[in-house]
């Protein structure tokens, strides 16, 4: 008596409840008990009772292998994704991707299918009441060579190869396919192809009675697609880095703006030890400059007047004492000028007495010694009105 039915489907994009499809029959031992052809709808009332076990076309079978290095089984799921990205012609919305355990090799077998044809398969397999276990590529049903050897045979011009329990490919040319196995050991099941003459055939039979691996492409079909995990991911982890780049760059800013004021609290202090006069320093970098400017010019109003600003003067507007000076005297209000020789009489134009005046500066000549002081704010332009006058 049966209690498997295994059933190799027509391709997918022409699959129908009518569609003759061929069948096994296997029993307790995993012997073929018979074969036939069926359609699926002849077959939802008599496969109620026996378990249920779909391969797909061969040219719907999409299989691949890759090599990865150890990892915890957590891992290996994400890991193939990852190698399955230069495999895959959509994404993990489209695309249903199911792969088995690393072998002692490195090597994983990946199988893969349009998410939204297997969608169909399940809902046409629902509606006539048939709940299959596993759905596996072509190739999968194949009995088991031994170790180092493989199982082959041909299905609709498809070469289809089986390597162990967990591997298996399928080549749509042929000869090139054959061209792979040259140097193979090859157990051909069903009629061979005239370069295997010297192959000895297993029986048709072998093609139904080999275990089937861990993997089925009807896992998870029903589940959502990783890849919106993935991207949920990815979107809350662009959202924490943005979030930590934020507080990271407002940190910055915050040490920016108290080094900042550290500086102005320096200029501040500078400010008012140079000139102690301003009451209040707001704007020191602007408030040095207007004091430098009036110091050079000699132009304030109050405090004490600079030995530098009158020499500066004394160079610029006493010409006529250029190269004639023999001592300087400072006594931090005036500038006391001594010629080495009887001091000459200042030329009569009133030009030099004028550039001075502006400048806030008055000289005197007495005793043979030219003196140089602050002209009094209120005496300024009273001076400068005369010297124009004149």
Same mark, same amino acid.
């Given at each position: 008596m049966?209690?498997?039915? =295994?059933m &190799?489907l027509a391709? !997918?994009? #022409? +699959?129908?409840?009518?569609?003759l $499809?061929e069948?096994?029959w /296997?029993?307790?031992?995993g012997?073929?008990?018979k074969?036939g052809?069926?359609s ?18 061969p040219q719907d079978?999409?299989?691949a292998?890759?090599?990865l ?9 994400d890991a193939v994704?990852?190698?399955a990205?230069n495999l ?5 919305d ?6 088995g ?9 990946l199988?893969w299918?349009? =998410?939204? &044809?297997l969608?169909? !398969?399940s #809902? +046409?397999?629902?509606?006539?009441? $048939?709940?299959?276990r596993? /759905? ?10 031994e ?18 329990l ?8 042929m000869?090139e396919?054959l061209?792979q196995?040259?140097e193979?050991?090859?157990?051909w099941?069903?009629a ?7 192959v ?5 039979e072998?093609r139904?009675?080999g275990?089937?691996?861990s993997w ?7 589940q ?9 991911r990815?979107?809350?982890c662009?959202?924490v ?8 760059l407002n ?5 920016l ?7 102005k609290?320096?200029m ?5 030890q140079?000139?102690?006069e ?9 408030q040095?400059?207007?004091q ?14 600079s ?11 006493l010409?006529f004492?250029?190269g ?5 005297d ?7 000028l ?7 009489k ?7 007495q004028?550039?001075?005046a ?7 000549l ?7 002081k602050?002209l009094?704010?209120d005496?300024k332009t ?7 006058d004149?």
């Amino acid at each position: 008596m049966s209690v498997l039915l =295994r059933m &190799a489907l027509a391709p !997918l994009a #022409q +699959l129908n409840a009518d569609s003759l $499809l061929e069948c096994a029959w /296997l029993d307790r031992k995993g012997a073929l008990v018979k074969q036939g052809r069926q359609s699926l709808r002849e077959l939802s009332s008599a496969a109620q009772a026996q378990a249920l076990e779909l391969c797909l076309h061969p040219q719907d079978s999409l299989l691949a292998c890759v090599e990865l290095p150890p990892l915890p089984a957590a891992r290996l799921g994400d890991a193939v994704r990852c190698a399955a990205d230069n495999l895959l012609l959509g994404s993990d919305d489209t695309v249903h991707l199911v792969h088995g355990p690393r072998d002692i090799g490195g090597q994983v077998q990946l199988a893969w299918f349009d =998410r939204a &044809a297997l969608q169909r !398969l399940s #809902q +046409l397999l629902q509606t006539l009441k $048939l709940q299959p276990r596993g /759905l596996y590529a072509a190739p999968c049903f194949l009995s088991l060579a031994e170790a180092g050897a493989c199982t082959a045979t041909w299905v609709e011009d498809h070469l289809l190869v089986r390597e162990d329990l967990q591997r298996a490919w399928v080549h749509p040319l042929m000869e090139e396919g054959l061209e792979q196995l040259r140097e193979r050991t090859v157990r051909w099941v069903g009629a061979r192809p005239e370069s295997l003459a010297g192959v000895d055939p297993l029986p048709g039979e072998q093609r139904w009675i080999g275990p089937v691996p861990s993997w089925s492409l009807l896992s998870g079909i029903e589940q959502n697609p990783r890849g919106n995990q993935r991207w949920g991911r990815a979107a809350a982890c662009c959202a924490v880095a943005a979030l930590i780049w934020t507080l990271g760059l407002n940190l910055y800013a915050m040490r920016l703006a108290d080094e900042g004021q550290a500086i102005k609290r320096q200029m501040v202090s500078r400010v008012q030890q140079v000139f102690p006069e301003l009451p209040v320093v707001l704007n020191p970098l602007q408030q040095a400059r207007q004091q430098r400017d009036a110091r050079r010019d000699g132009a304030q109003a109050e405090g004490p007047v600079s030995f530098a600003v009158l020499v500066r003067q004394a160079v610029g507007h006493l010409p006529f004492m250029a190269g004639a000076v023999d001592k300087l005297d400072f006594d931090g209000t005036e500038l006391h000028l001594t010629p080495r020789a009887p001091a000459r009489k200042p030329p009569a134009e009133s030009s030099w007495q004028a550039s001075l005046a502006q400048g806030g500066i008055q000289a005197d000549l007495a005793n043979g010694q030219w003196t140089l002081k602050r002209l009094p704010a209120d005496a300024k332009t009273t001076s400068v009105a005369e010297a124009a006058d004149e």
